[in-house]
Nanobody, 125 residues
Framework: QVQLVESGGGLVQAGGSLRLSCAASGRTFSSYAMGWFRQAPGKEREFVAAISWSGGSTYYADSVKGRFTISRDNAKNTVYLQMNSLKPEDTAVYYC??????????????????WGQGTQVTVSS
């Protein structure tokens, strides 16, 4: 089982930037893909971005493509989400997630099975 702890959320004005971090423990971090999801009030949780176990492949939701960047540092057991050009509609609780399986081949077909507790991101207009 993987334990995930997010940090870096906060309040930012529209057009601003934030970087979220997610520290992982409990499994060999460099062996599994990671992702970010978000949930806005009254809405279902939605996919934001994913990164392969090696960091060589990434995948984004259309709503964040070109504005958000997912990355990972396998030496630090941490995945990041750099969020630029933030919009009020990006306001949500952001969750990181870990693949159930090791060495998944396709970053757009990850079976996420472990979740963090979430970190709030609020973008004011």
């Amino acid at each position: 089982q993987v334990q995930l702890v997010e940090s870096g959320g906060g309040l930012v004005q529209a057009g601003g930037s934030l970087r979220l971090s997610c520290a992982a423990s409990g499994r060999t971090f460099s062996s599994y893909a990671m992702g970010w999801f978000r949930q806005a009030p009254g809405k279902e949780r939605e996919f934001v971005a994913a990164i392969s176990w090696s960091g060589g492949s990434t995948y984004y939701a259309d709503s964040v493509k070109g504005r958000f960047t997912i990355s990972r540092d396998n030496a630090k057991n941490t995945v990041y989400l750099q969020m630029n050009s933030l919009k009020p509609e990006d306001t949500a609780v952001y969750y990181c997630a870990a693949d159930r399986h090791d060495y998944s081949d396709y970053v757009d077909r990850i079976d996420f099975g472990s979740w963090g507790q979430g970190t709030q991101v609020t973008v004011s207009s």
